[in-house]
């Protein structure tokens, strides 16, 4: 009875600590950003898990996400605006979840990243809640009155106000309890907001997020009960046509070892043809690899070729001399049919090397994707052998066709 109502927090990281100062909760917040993100303020998606037990907070789960970053500071990669909005969109995306978008009220509307980043996952507006905080640091003669009560741009479950406590409070040991009661003040004495003061502050936040989440479950239930019920039906209907399942059957066996080869073919056509449910992000592969060698390769090796045309025309020459022998050669419009085909066998066989080398090249790819493919056959050793085997004989077959031919 006496820890249920005791307030203590605990660290996924830190399994069996509880921690009943809160201080201490905060500065272990502190260093276990700073193990995993470094010292200069570098980022990582590796949530830190914190559960906080209380008789006084309802049961919710939050995740509180990094504003986006403009510029890059310290050790921050340049691209530290995509990086943090793509790990906003992981989370924000998810269908069961509700978005807090929270807003300075001393900005721009207009300009709140939070309810842009909310609008393209949610347009309807049916996942958002709209919070405007620092209401007190607007200036004087402001307000935002026309943002609280829904009308400048409106949410369909609105906008609650709150206001936290300052740097200065924070480092003051200004308590929870005490900045609750200052929020309270602050609305209830305020001018432009002591009307909506009820449904304005953190505890009726807390009350909304809390009711709000309830219903979105309730409303989300039917579906996923409906989702995973056909999952069970359909696992059902696995379980039904393994049933009577003997491994030693030899037409299982058969009908087995079929599938995975015709598995192994649909593979290596998709790595080949760009259509895999796995890319690569971190080099080139299969049918990209051979594309890029067939237009990027094979033309540089070419532009390597060593070109002499002085020592061209010198051969044409000779060969328009020596097809017409001991008769007099006379100036004419075109190079004689022999001589011009003398010379162009020549040059081409000049192509024979970048040929062969581009030739090798995607026969390697080839053999390369083939070994990606029979991963997936690991665990039958022979088969995974087997198929290797036979698929990088014929693709080496059909290589010295080519070279033939070339």
């Not at 996400?65 to 790990?87: A, F």
């Not at 620092?134 to 609650?160: C, Q, W």
């Not at 045309?309 to 419009?333: D, F, T, W």
């Amino acid at each position: 009875l006496l820890m249920f109502f005791t307030e203590y927090a605990e660290f996924l990281h830190c399994k069996g600590k509880k921690f009943t100062d809160f201080d201490e909760v905060r500065q272990e917040i502190e260093v276990e950003t700073d193990r995993v993100t470094g010292m200069n303020k570098g980022i990582s998606s590796v949530p830190i898990n914190l559960r906080v037990y209380s008789p006084h907070v309802l049961s919710l789960t939050l995740i509180d996400l990094p504003g986006i970053t403009k510029v890059p500071v310290g050790d921050q990669p340049p691209d530290i605006e995509q990086q943090i909005r793509d790990m906003i969109m992981q989370f924000i995306s998810r269908e069961n979840c509700l978005i807090l978008a929270v807003t300075p009220a001393n900005t721009d509307l207009a300009n709140s990243d939070a309810l842009k980043l909310a609008k393209e996952v949610d347009p309807q507006g049916l996942r958002t809640i709209g919070v405007i905080t620092k209401l007190d640091l607007m200036d004087e003669g402001t307000d935002a009155r026309e943002v609280l009560e829904n009308k400048l741009l409106p949410l369909r479950r609105g906008y609650i106000g709150v206001v936290n406590r300052s740097q200065k409070d924070i480092d003051g040991k200004k308590d929870i309890k005490a900045a609750l009661l200052a929020e309270r003040k602050f609305f209830l004495s305020h001018p432009s907001y002591r009307h909506m003061a009820d449904r304005m502050g953190t505890p009726y936040l807390q009350k909304v997020l809390n009711q709000q989440l309830t219903n979105h479950i309730r409303d989300t239930l039917p579906a996923f009960r409906s989702k995973l019920q056909s999952q069970l039906l359909s696992i059902e209907h696995e379980v039904e046509v393994y049933k009577n399942f003997r491994p030693e059957d030899p037409t299982r066996k058969t009908k087995a070892l079929l599938q995975m080869v015709q598995q192994f073919s649909v593979d290596f056509e998709k790595r080949i043809e760009g259509s895999g449910d796995q890319v690569d992000t971190l080099e080139l592969s299969g049918g990209a690899k051979i594309n890029r060698i067939f237009h990027e390769r094979f033309p540089f090796e070419l532009v390597k070729m060593e070109f002499n045309e002085k020592e061209l025309r010198r051969e044409i020459s000779y060969a328009i001399k020596n097809i017409h022998g001991i008769r007099q050669v006379l100036p004419c419009l075109f190079t004689p049919d022999m001589a011009f085909e003398a010379i162009v066998k020549k040059q081409i066989v000049k192509l024979k090397g970048p040929c062969l080398k581009s030739v090798d090249l995607v026969m390697q790819e080839l053999i390369n994707t083939v070994k990606k493919c029979t991963k997936k056959l690991a665990t039958y050793p022979r088969l995974c052998e087997e198929t290797e085997r036979i698929v990088a004989g014929y693709i080496r077959e059909r290589e010295e066709k080519t070279k033939d031919q070339v």
